[in-house]
C-alpha cells in the first residue's frame, strides 16, 4: 500500500489553498464525483452507482493516507457494494417479487438495525485499536459501521436511508475537521443539507406510492 500511495503523490499534490488549507487534486475530483452522486441518489437515477464507484475509490486513498483505516476500508466496501446497488436499482425485486420501489422499514426491521448498530461499532473500534496505528479508533468505527447500514438501505430504497446518513455524515464533518481534511468536511456538511432534502423527496415519492 505504501508503495501505491508512493506513486499516486502526484495526486496529493496542492490543486490550490483556502484559508491556508491545501486541497489536493485527487479530493477534489472525488469532491466533485460525490455531489453528483447524492444529486443522483435524491432523484432515484441508476447513473448514481457507478459515481459512487469511482469517487470510494478516490476516498479510499485519501483516507488510508490519513491513517483513518476505518473510513478507509470502509470505501473499499462501497466499491463493492455499489455493484450490487446498481444491480438492485435495475434487476432488484422486493418481497413480493416486484420491482423495488421507495419504501419504509417495518417497526421490527428498524430495532433490528439498531441492535446491528450497538454491536458493529464497538467491535469496529476494538479492532482499530487493536490492530491500527489510527488515533482516533472509536469516532472512525462509529461512521464504518453506520454506513455499512446506510448503504443497504439505500440498495434497497428504504426511505430511512437517508437519516442513517445524517448522523454518519454529522459525525465525519468532526472527524475530518480533526484531520484537516477540510474540503471533505465541506463536502459532508453539504451531504448533510443534502441528505435532508433527500429523505424529503424519497418520503414523498413513498406517500405517493
Given at each position: 500500500m505504501t508503495a501505491l500511495l508512493q506513486w499516486l503523490q502526484p495526486l496529493f499534490a496542492?490543486?490550490?489553498s483556502l484559508w491556508a488549507a491545501p486541497f489536493t487534486w485527487l479530493e477534489l475530483v472525488a469532491?466533485?464525483?460525490?455531489i453528483a452522486m447524492v444529486v443522483f441518489n435524491m432523484r432515484v437515477n441508476p447513473l448514481?452507482?457507478?459515481l459512487a464507484i469511482v469517487s470510494s475509490a478516490l476516498y479510499f486513498l485519501l483516507f488510508w493516507?490519513?491513517?483513518?483505516?476505518?473510513?478507509?476500508?470502509?470505501q473499499l466496501f462501497f466499491v463493492v457494494i455499489a455493484f450490487w446497488g446498481w444491480w438492485q436499482w435495475l434487476r432488484g425485486t422486493a418481497d413480493d417479487g416486484s420491482a423495488l420501489r421507495v419504501r419504509e422499514l417495518g417497526p421490527r426491521q428498524r430495532w433490528q438495525l439498531l441492535a446491528a448498530l450497538a454491536v458493529a461499532w464497538p467491535a469496529t473500534g476494538l479492532f482499530l485499536k487493536t490492530c491500527t496505528d489510527t488515533d482516533v479508533p472509536w469516532w472512525d468505527a462509529f461512521p464504518t459501521a453506520a454506513s455499512v447500514i446506510?448503504?443497504?438501505?439505500?440498495g434497497r430504497k428504504y426511505v430511512e436511508n437517508w437519516?442513517?446518513?445524517?448522523v454518519v455524515n454529522v459525525i465525519s464533518v468532526a472527524l475530518f475537521a480533526y484531520k484537516g481534511l477540510w474540503l471533505t468536511v465541506?463536502?459532508?456538511a453539504i451531504f448533510i443539507v443534502m441528505s435532508v432534502f433527500g429523505w424529503r423527496a424519497w418520503r414523498r415519492l413513498q406517500q405517493a406510492a
Open positions: 496542492p490543486a490550490f469532491f466533485v464525483l460525490a448514481g452507482w457507478p493516507n490519513s491513517k483513518l483505516y476505518g473510513d478507509a476500508s470502509l446506510g448503504q443497504w438501505l439505500l437519516l442513517a446518513w445524517i465541506i463536502l459532508y
